[in-house]
């Protein structure tokens, strides 16, 4: 099985390194394709008015200046001049559940990867309050990585599909377990902007995200993590919202 992963955390980040661990545990021919920089909060773009540049880091490990989204179509269009079977974005610093998704440059990767034509999965660590960024447990999703990965493949990912999947702020034996879930909504706005000063005294700003306490809806992404289970969201490409699609139809004869 020939393996693409990539992530949007860059190329040096730990959780690159803990997803090759779980991708060298289902294959030996795994290919990393990274952006040379955090690409965190990118979602979906691609480089279309700047040139791309690929960076040989060692046998099948490469950065790309680009996006993740550019890293994967580098990855299989270029580097591997073929479809893998699989591809792997991630294991992202912080959990991407409810509308992160639609941010998520990691989540993006696995995006680019199912329009490509090939089974991709994104996978997030959260961390939490007490853990907090920098002590984020990673064994969590180092040790239940590489079983989700192939059961879901076992399943199989249908082809305008991505699975995202999500591993809770536990260590690897305290997980209570895997939840099939929906992708969740936060009841409250998500972002706000922090004016700050520099040091001429000029305005700049920060965009900061509600960390308001929020009720996690039943069956949901956000409520598994915060059960302290794995959680595990198939999304569609499709965004369509049907209901409303057969209203205005009717609406606009
Ligand atoms: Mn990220």
Redesign the pocket.
Known sequence: MRILIT???GVHAEGLDVLEAIARQLSDDVTVVAPET???GVAHSMSLNDPLRLRKLGEGRYAVRGTPTDCVIMGVRHILKGKPDLVLSGV???SNVAEDVTY???IAGAMEGTLLGVPSIALSQAFGPTTGRMGILWECAAAHGAAIVRKILDLGVPKDSLVNVNFPDRKPDEVAGVAVTFQGKRDTELMNVEERRDGRGLPYYWLTFNRNRFEPGTGTDLEALAQGRISITPLRLDLTDEPTLTRYAAAFG
Do not use: Y
């Open positions: 992530n949007d955390d955090d690409q965190s992202n610093r912080g998520s440059g990691t």
